[in-house]
């Protein structure tokens, strides 16, 4: 009931930038947190980025001072603006999105995962 669509992936160069957007539609009552993960082969699913309903934000070590996630409350949107890329940031790219859905008088929580986008950064 929730559709999230993901879009800004690429390839790019070494020390380039992009950023990533998620929107998200369906019978969102609110939204608590919005993040965005990321998997390269052989790896897990990590945690790059979120930011929760206050606005507070965390990140994954590796990308602390080069991403910044940001939201628009008023589109369900979140962002990711990645700059000074490396090739190891590389990766899948999937955004999650945890909230509350409104059907009638029902309200139900929801944790929905985007389709993903691959981020390929070349050396």
């Known amino acids: 009931q929730v559709q999230l669509v993901e879009s800004g992936g690429g390839l790019v160069q070494a020390g380039g930038s992009l950023r990533l957007s998620c929107a998200a539609s369906?019978?969102?009552?609110?939204?608590?947190?919005m993040g965005w993960y990321r998997q390269a082969p052989g790896n897990e699913r990590e945690l790059v980025a979120a930011?929760?309903?206050?606005?507070?934000?965390n990140y994954e070590d590796s990308v602390k001072g080069r991403f910044t996630i940001s939201r628009d409350n008023a589109k369900n949107t979140v962002y990711l603006q990645m700059n000074s890329l490396k090739p190891e940031d590389t990766a899948v790219y999937h955004c999650?999105?945890?909230?509350?859905?409104?059907?009638?008088?029902?309200?139900?929580?929801?944790?929905?995962w985007g389709q993903g986008t691959q981020v390929t950064v070349s050396s």
């Open positions: 999650n999105v945890q909230g509350t859905l409104k059907n009638g008088l029902v309200y139900s929580g929801f944790t929905s």
């Open positions: 369906g019978n969102i009552f609110s939204i608590n947190a």
């Open positions: 930011i929760i309903s206050g606005g507070s934000t």
